[in-house]
């Protein structure tokens, strides 16, 4: 079914509330806020949303009733479809990557094509192990499994016939699985310090070693992975702040935080971190820009969602949109990202040539004159990305930079880290964006 619950939010007011690292201001640019339920459906209670392209996930039940899945085709506008539903188990903690959705009923964990209907059965030892706080990406299923002891992280390729496998054990409690490919992360509460969580990040199918994200006598918890960010919850100084590690640059930096208020439920893509926090009233949730925050520091990192003086929470969020629940209902928010085009390189360029990265930046199709962008390049050493050239764009948003002599196969990228300018109307700011990949490849 379609519904007609839509708000559209503007706000270019300077911040109401001031958060310590970073500090926090109102969001400006669109925010298209659409409800996601019909009103012929009242009196049912909604929970946990997720959200994977144009694909939306959620728990609904009745009053005194059971937990069922529900899912929306954000792209057609179709829904909410129930999906998964049992007369004696509540469905759980779905997760979404997709057209699959993943979720716990009962003890055991499943898998739905929302797209063809076909349902698989990840885990099936029923009440002798309960498995719990499935996540999903791509082929890959984890999930937390009490053993009777402690609790293991699990994996298994579900378009596979091969069995689960062992992800993080040993003495202690492993859980928390958050995955983005093959990366996992995950909170390992053996290390340093018992009760002490510690974040870690196991490569599915490589020999090494767990990553070690965190090392330190301090408690962390939430972890959420994307491409390239880790972020997580850290207790310091009596409340929980957010942190987050960046392997673009294989740093550790310190994120949202407020001295009297527990940061909650930090939800990464890209270079963002959903996350909310209670104002003193209520909950509100707000995006941080990790791009931003590194060009700018600590002035007006964060962009507010469309709060409200209920509570906004359970935010997920994937590529450029959120889903939420407000004041008990599910939402769905499309950001006002800008754009980076990049245009087209050769397959091969002759050996010492080079290759023209050139293309526009603009921001809901508007230029972006006379703003500041980056080149940045990929070093296969060290598996960072690095800045090389700062550019100026024209007064029609293009960009033009041809780089150095190519002796072996190089991947370049431009970036813009979200500029502030402050004039006399208020102030205008955006999220960062980074353009597509191109590759200079000698012959």
């Given at each position: 079914?379609?519904?007609?619950?839509?708000?559209?939010?503007?706000?270019?007011?300077?911040?109401?509330?001031?958060?310590?690292?970073?500090?926090v201001?109102?969001?400006?640019?669109?925010?298209?806020?659409?409800?996601?339920?019909?009103?012929?459906?009242?009196?049912?209670?909604?929970?946990?949303?997720?959200?994977?392209?144009?694909?939306?996930?959620?728990?609904?039940?009745?009053?005194?009733?059971?937990?069922?899945?529900?899912?929306?085709d954000?792209?057609?506008?179709?829904?909410?479809?129930?999906?998964?539903?049992?007369?004696?188990?509540?469905?759980?903690?779905?997760?979404?990557?997709?057209?699959?959705?993943?979720?716990?009923?009962?003890?055991?964990?499943?898998?739905?094509?929302?797209?063809?209907?076909?349902?698989?059965?990840?885990?099936?030892?029923?009440?002798?192990?309960?498995?719990?706080?499935?996540?999903?990406?791509?082929?890959?299923?984890?999930w937390?499994?009490?053993?009777?002891?402690?609790?293991?992280?699990?994996?298994?390729?579900?378009?596979?016939?091969?069995?689960?496998?062992?992800?993080?054990?040993?003495?202690?409690?492993?859980?928390?699985?958050?995955?983005?490919?093959?990366?996992?992360?995950?909170?390992?509460?053996?290390?340093?310090l018992?009760?002490?969580?510690?974040?870690?990040?196991?490569?599915?199918?490589?020999t090494a070693?767990?990553?070690?994200?965190?090392?330190?006598?301090?408690?962390?918890?939430?972890?959420?992975?994307?491409?390239?960010?880790?972020?997580?919850?850290?207790?310091?100084?009596?409340?929980?702040?957010?942190?987050?590690?960046n392997?673009?640059?294989?740093?550790?930096?310190?994120?949202?935080?407020?001295?009297?208020?527990?940061?909650?439920?930090?939800?990464?893509?890209?270079?963002?971190?959903?996350?909310?926090?209670?104002?003193?009233?209520?909950?509100?949730?707000?995006?941080?820009?990790?791009?931003?925050?590194?060009?700018?520091?600590?002035?007006?990192?964060?962009?507010?969602?469309?709060?409200?003086s209920?509570?906004?929470?359970?935010?997920?969020?994937?590529?450029?949109?959120?889903?939420?629940?407000?004041?008990?209902?599910?939402y769905?928010?499309?950001?006002?990202?800008?754009?980076?085009?990049?245009?087209?390189?050769?397959?091969?360029?002759?050996?010492?040539?080079?290759?023209?990265?050139?293309?526009?930046?603009?921001?809901?199709?508007?230029?972006l004159?006379?703003?500041?962008?980056?080149?940045?390049?990929?070093?296969?050493?060290?598996?960072?990305?690095?800045?090389?050239?700062?550019?100026?764009?024209?007064?029609?948003?293009?960009?033009?930079?041809?780089?150095?002599?190519?002796?072996?196969?190089?991947?370049?990228?431009?970036?813009?880290?979200?500029?502030?300018?402050?004039?006399?109307?208020?102030?205008?700011?955006?999220?960062?964006?980074?353009?597509?990949?191109?590759?200079?490849?000698?012959?």
């Amino acid at each position: 079914m379609k519904h007609g619950r839509i708000r559209l939010v503007l706000a270019i007011a300077v911040l109401a509330i001031a958060l310590v690292v970073p500090t926090v201001a109102a969001a400006d640019g669109w925010v298209l806020n659409r409800g996601l339920i019909g009103f012929s459906m009242g009196g049912t209670e909604w929970a946990q949303p997720q959200v994977s392209g144009h694909w939306a996930a959620y728990l609904a039940r009745p009053t005194a009733g059971l937990w069922s899945l529900y899912v929306y085709d954000l792209g057609r506008d179709v829904g909410p479809v129930q999906i998964a539903h049992d007369a004696v188990w509540n469905v759980d903690t779905p997760a979404i990557s997709g057209d699959n959705v993943v979720y716990q009923m009962g003890f055991d964990i499943y898998v739905k094509n929302v797209s063809t209907g076909a349902l698989k059965t990840i885990t099936s030892d029923g009440l002798t192990t309960l498995e719990v706080a499935p996540a999903i990406s791509g082929k890959y299923v984890v999930w937390s499994a009490y053993n009777g002891v402690d609790s293991d992280v699990w994996g298994k390729d579900f378009t596979s016939t091969k069995p689960k496998f062992l992800i993080a054990g040993g003495a202690g409690n492993q859980g928390e699985p958050a995955i983005y490919g093959t990366r996992v992360a995950y909170r390992d509460a053996t290390t340093i310090l018992p009760g002490a969580g510690q974040i870690k990040v196991k490569t599915i199918g490589s020999t090494a070693a767990p990553k070690m994200i965190t090392n330190n006598l301090i408690d962390q918890n939430s972890p959420s992975i994307g491409d390239h960010l880790v972020a997580w919850r850290a207790q310091v100084g009596g409340v929980w702040v957010i942190r987050y590690y960046n392997y673009d640059t294989a740093l550790t930096y310190d994120g949202p935080s407020d001295p009297a208020q527990d940061m909650q439920n930090p939800q990464v893509a890209g270079d963002r971190i959903l996350f909310d926090y209670s104002n003193g009233s209520d909950k509100d949730m707000w995006v941080f820009d990790v791009r931003a925050h590194r060009s700018s520091g600590s002035l007006m990192t964060s962009f507010a969602m469309p709060n409200t003086s209920s509570d906004e929470i359970w935010g997920t969020i994937g590529g450029n949109s959120a889903v939420y629940l407000s004041n008990g209902f599910p939402y769905w928010a499309k950001f006002a990202v800008p754009s980076v085009s990049i245009g087209s390189v050769p397959t091969r360029v002759p050996h010492h040539g080079h290759i023209h990265l050139k293309g526009y930046l603009t921001d809901q199709g508007v230029p972006l004159a006379y703003t500041t962008a980056y080149v940045e390049k990929y070093s296969s050493t060290t598996g960072k990305w690095n800045k090389v050239k700062t550019l100026t764009t024209s007064r029609t948003g293009y960009y033009s930079y041809t780089t150095p002599t190519l002796h072996s196969k190089t991947k370049y990228r431009v970036a813009y880290d979200g500029s502030i300018t402050l004039f006399a109307s208020g102030i205008s700011r955006h999220f960062s964006a980074v353009s597509s990949v191109r590759t200079g490849w000698p012959r």
